[in-house]
């Protein structure tokens, strides 16, 4: 995504959206995997958007909070993914620091 921003005519608000897993999400390490990929690759950190399923938040709120929380302060903008195809909760989702919500 970095490279082709430099070589590629610029779109100003261009983001890369990755899906992340309950289980990536959860590993210990991976907000500091996300800063180390980040760093490595020069990507800034506006133009990736992690989506992230709304079962995730569901599994263990405060958890997510935190991992959020840290992302959010990577500058990552973070999506819920999925939001509708289970148990929706629109009060639920305003205590996270989201950038948006995909809806299926």
């Known amino acids: ?3 082709w921003t430099e070589t590629a005519v610029e779109i100003p608000d261009m ?3 990755v899906n992340v897993s309950e289980r990536q999400f959860f590993q210990s390490d991976f907000v500091e ?3 180390a990929a980040l760093r490595e690759t020069g990507l800034p950190p506006w133009r990736l958007c992690l989506e992230i399923t709304e079962n ?3 599994e263990n709120v405060d958890a997510a909070l ?3 929380r840290r992302l959010k ?3 990552v903008r973070l999506v819920t993914d999925d939001f509708g195809t289970g148990f929706s909760s629109l009060s ?3 205590r996270f620091p989201l950038y948006g919500i995909k809806l299926d």
């Open 15 to 17: 983001r890369v959206h």
């Open 66 to 68: 935190t991992h959020l």
């Open 92 to 94: 639920l989702l305003r």
């Open 1 to 3: 995504m970095r490279r």
């Open 33 to 35: 995997a996300v800063d």
């Open 56 to 58: 995730v938040y569901l």
């Open 73 to 75: 302060r990577l500058g």
